[in-house]
Nanobody
Framework: QVHLVESGGGLVQAGGSLRLSCAASGRTYRSYAMGWFRQAPGKEREFVAAITRSGVSTYVADSVKGRFTISRDNAKNTVYLQMNNLKPEDTAVYYC????????????????????WGQGTQVTVSS
């Protein structure tokens, strides 16, 4: 099982950029598909982006399409979320997650697809 630690959150003005990182421990990291979710105050945790084990295929939510990009570096056991043109509605705690059992992007949009979650990192976008 992997252990996940997110970093890179912070306060940014609207239109700015941030890159979140999620470092995974464990030699089996490459066998996990990875995802990013976010949760704003008073709202449910929602899907943001997912990437398959090899990193060849990705999928992002419509709300962030064209602005956010997910990638991974299996040599560094790290998955990234590049966030550009940030908007105040992107303000949330961002979580990375790992799935040991699934590698299908459509199924990876669901919270239940994931076995392990990080502790989250706060992203705040000011207007």
């Amino acid at each position: 099982q992997v252990h996940l630690v997110e970093s890179g959150g912070g306060l940014v003005q609207a239109g700015g950029s941030l890159r979140l990182s999620c470092a995974a421990s464990g030699r089996t990291y490459r066998s996990y598909a990875m995802g990013w979710f976010r949760q704003a105050p008073g709202k449910e945790r929602e899907f943001v982006a997912a990437i398959t084990r090899s990193g060849v295929s990705t999928y992002v939510a419509d709300s962030v399409k064209g602005r956010f990009t997910i990638s991974r570096d299996n040599a560094k056991n790290t998955v990234y979320l590049q966030m550009n043109n940030l908007k105040p509605e992107d303000t949330a705690v961002y979580y990375c997650a790992a799935s040991n059992n699934l590698n299908n992007l459509q199924r990876l949009t669901q919270k239940g697809a994931y076995d392990t979650w990080g502790q989250g990192t706060q992203v705040t976008v000011s207007s």
